[in-house]
């Protein structure tokens, strides 16, 4: 209790920049650590429904104070002196621009600014070197798992000026979630600049390809199995218990929406299911209200990292959120539905291939992150640990997975230059071990029509990272003929292997 009232008498009061959901809930998780709280957002019936809301909360430590005029929000913080803290909770972007210009009037030399939006690195760094003028600190926190995470601790990464960064952290350990079985909070000092929004960015493409994937293998189950929700539940639940995919968050949750059922009149009705009355539309992406996603898929393609299980997740609900226009085309195409399977010799066999599918499609999605998070991390002269994502993301957010976190987290602490997490043993034993399930599964999935983007793409993307012998050779002679792009030559030292450069050779496949 000590420790907590430290680093709460510390600051004293925090003010929140946004009362939408996430930033509401902040307010209430502060306000229970001990801190008043100063809460001010552009739209006045925000704060309002807000402060509403605080009338009829119990449990509250600080006090809560609403605001509809920003200057009189900024002085609310003044009064102990010091250093004051803000933390913004809005959308990334233009918004987010439009608030700091409005409140960098407010601001002093000494100030803390908290982002908490789903920002892009860049925009955060601009952010900085803004501030860094008037002497304001500007630190991009990634902050995951949802509005309920935000309300009883989140994994958070942080990234900034180190100085800044080491007043806030027992702060933010005190807010972020606890990991199960050591304790310790789920938040880093990830590095410099925009690093912390970067690893959250990436956080969040894993999240986007095991999405896929999980919604995949429900199709599988349910129009390929013919298994109701019940029973689809109760298999997620026993994944979710032990195996490979033991207290995995999104495992957890896929239980939880297939049992969910509608409430009618404040009872349950027997005969209907929540999950019924969801059409297959993820807007987030079409509409821009989510930019991670997109930002991850482009980081991979411009730093030259294979991220296929990402990618295809978020191509599929990129396809999915416009279904005004494929069903049109549905109409011009006239594409078969998923199939039932008929010769089902053993169920409890082909569930547990899938079992394994998913997993392995679960551990590619983090050996491509992984790998992106590094190759930044190395551009951008950020030093990240590795090790520290896996940490961190082992409660609070939405791809907690403890026995992938347990499988990465001890090689990459102890070799901090890792760059590619299949070259470590473990891992690509695990991606071997389960090779053969995830092809089975796949195999019969389109052979029945089903939609499989992101298994499908795993099962390639193992096949072609771990492949010697690949038809590219192909591609590269077609390149020499039409754009004299060059080539190197197989068993020639120095050009096989070789560096990541073009080739010296060249051939007139056809005279200009």
Same mark, same amino acid.
């Given at each position: ?18 009362a ?5 809930m ?13 809460i001010?957002?552009?739209?006045s019936?925000?704060?309002n ?26 002085d ?8 004051r803290?803000f933390l913004?909770s809005i ?5 987010? =621009?439009e ?25 955060? /760094? ?32 942080a ?15 005190l807010?972020?979630?606890k ?26 493409? %894993? ?5 896929s ?16 929700y019940? /029973? ?9 218990? *032990? ?8 495992v &957890?949750?896929a ?24 059409l ?5 992406? =079409? ?17 030259h ?13 990129v396809?999915?959120?416009?279904r ?8 011009k #195409?006239?594409?078969p ?7 089902? &010799?053993?169920?409890?066999?082909? %569930?547990?291939?899938?079992h ?39 409660a ?19 070799? &901090? ?5 299949k ?7 695990e ?8 092809? *089975? ?11 499989f983007p992101?298994?499908?793409?795993? #099962?390639?993307?193992?096949?072609y ?7 590219t050779k ?5 390149m ?8 190197? &030559? ?7 292997p ?6 010296p050779h ?6 200009a």
């Amino acid at each position: 209790m000590g420790a907590q009232s430290d680093a709460a008498m510390k600051w004293k009061r925090i003010g929140i920049v946004g009362a939408g959901n996430m930033g509401s809930m902040m307010g209430f998780a502060f306000s229970e650590l001990g801190l008043d709280v100063s809460i001010w957002d552009a739209k006045s019936a925000n704060v309002n429904n807000f402060m509403k809301q605080v009338e009829q909360a119990k449990g509250l430590n600080g006090r809560i104070s609403g605001y509809h005029d920003i200057s009189d929000f900024a002085d609310s913080l003044r009064q102990r002196g010091g250093r004051r803290l803000f933390l913004f909770s809005i959308t990334h972007g233009t918004p987010a =621009d439009e608030v700091l210009k409005l409140i960098k009037k407010h601001l002093m030399k000494g100030d803390i600014i908290l982002d908490g939006g789903n920002e892009h690195y860049r925009n955060t /760094e601009r952010r900085q070197r803004a501030c860094q003028g008037i002497g304001v600190d500007w630190i991009g926190m990634g902050v995951s798992g949802g509005y309920q995470s935000a309300r009883h601790g989140p994994s958070m990464s942080a990234g900034g000026n180190n100085i800044a960064l080491e007043e806030v952290m027992p702060l933010l350990e005190l807010y972020a979630a606890k990991d199960p079985k050591s304790g310790v909070p789920c938040v880093s000092n990830i590095g410099p600049g925009g690093s912390g929004h970067f690893v959250k960015m990436v956080h969040n493409g %894993i999240e986007v390809g095991m999405l896929s994937v999980i919604c995949e293998a429900w199709g599988f189950m349910h129009s390929g199995m013919g298994l109701d929700y019940e /029973e689809i539940g109760e298999i997620f639940e026993a994944w979710n218990t *032990d195996g490979e995919l033991h207290t995995n968050y999104l495992v &957890k949750i896929a239980s939880d929406v297939c049992r969910t059922r509608k409430a009618v009149n404040g009872s349950e009705a027997e005969d209907g299911y929540v999950l019924d009355d969801v059409l297959d539309k993820v807007v987030q992406d =079409d509409d821009s209200t989510e930019g991670t996603p997109s930002w991850s898929i482009m980081e991979s393609a411009m730093r030259h990292v294979s991220c296929p299980t990402l990618a295809a997740g978020f191509y599929f609900r990129v396809a999915s959120g416009n279904r005004e226009e494929r069903l049109q085309v549905a109409e011009k #195409l006239s594409m078969p539905d998923p199939k039932s399977f008929t010769d089902i &010799k053993d169920k409890s066999q082909m %569930i547990e291939s899938l079992h394994r599918a998913v997993y392995c499609a679960f551990l590619a999605s983090f050996c491509q992150g992984l790998e992106l998070i590094a190759r930044a991390s190395i551009d951008e002269g950020w030093d990240i640990s590795l090790s520290e994502c896996i940490r961190i993301w082992r409660a609070g957010c939405i791809i907690q997975s403890e026995f992938i976190a347990d499988l990465l987290e001890p090689f990459l602490q102890e070799n &901090k230059s890792f760059t590619n997490a299949k070259l470590n043993s473990c891992v690509g034993k695990e991606l071997q071990r389960n090779f053969t399930a995830l092809k *089975d599964t796949v195999l019969r999935g389109l052979a029945a029509d089903h939609y499989f983007p992101a298994l499908s793409a795993t #099962l390639e993307y193992i096949k072609y990272t771990g492949g010697t012998m690949l038809p590219t050779k192909f591609m590269e002679a077609q390149m020499d003929y039409f754009g004299a792009h060059a080539y190197n &030559k197989p068993g020639v030292q120095g050009e096989d292997p070789g560096l990541v450069a073009k080739g010296p050779h060249h051939f007139e496949w056809n005279p200009a």
